[in-house]
């Protein structure tokens, strides 16, 4: 598997630094050395028929402490989005997911939810989510647009406590924000 790994892409550098992630949000520990795994996630607020977005909020967590994040979600949470996703894949089973890495256009790939297909043109905000190694971004886990529909439809399957622990996490390590505050009364908070 480790040829399906590309080099870091703009869109998952840092925009607060312009440069990729060097270090886990939480523990500290510098993610760029390889053998180490970690999570990149950013929450964009959209312009409607603008071809730009701002970053509401961006991080990349290592994997130690991503799976220490989910461990703070309720298990019915959890097996409620297993459940999400599994049905998504089930129906699009029909028409399985080929990633081409030579030919792969990594614009063309993000530009739609991969729950719902909606073009991200058409949304107020989406998250984008990938994995890491090191300093190359692994494609059998391939990023993916959560968009705002997914979005609102995971939050209503995450229970209180789950929703609870991760306005924690987020006030903990992101530091609140005007536009982090809409997204948590929103409830819009989906860390996959
Ligand atoms: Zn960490």
């Known amino acids: 598997m480790d040829d399906y790994r590309i080099d870091i892409p703009d869109r998952f550098y840092s925009d607060a630094e312009g440069k990729p992630f060097e270090y886990c949000q939480m523990c500290g520990k ?9 999570v990149v996630e950013k929450a964009i607020k959209n312009y409607k028929g603008y071809d730009f977005g701002s970053t509401i909020f961006e991080f990349a967590v290592c ?16 097996a409620n989005l297993h459940r999400y996703y599994q049905q998504i894949m089930a129906e699009k089973s029909h028409q399985p997911i080929v990633i081409d890495i030579r030919n792969f256009n990594l614009d063309e790939w993000l530009s739609k939810c991969f729950f719902k ?33 997914a979005m609102e439809e995971m939050a209503e399957l995450l229970s209180d406590k789950t929703i609870d622990e991760m306005n924690g ?15 948590i009364h929103g409830k819009k908070l989906i860390l996959i």
């Not at 510098?30 to 970690?38: A, D, K, N, Q, V």
């Not at 006030?171 to 924000?177: C, Q, W």
């Open 30 to 38: 510098f993610l760029l050395s390889e053998g180490t795994s970690y």
């Open 169 to 183: 996490f987020r006030e903990k390590f992101l530091g609140p924000s005007p536009e982090i505050e809409e997204l």
């Open 117 to 149: 297909g909606d073009e991200i043109g058409e949304m107020n905000e989406y998250q984008i989510v990938a994995q890491f190694n090191g300093n190359k971004m692994l494609m059998n886990m391939p990023p993916m647009i959560i968009g705002e529909k």
């Open 63 to 78: 994997l130690d402490c991503h799976t220490q994040v989910q461990k703070g979600m309720s298990e019915e949470s959890l």
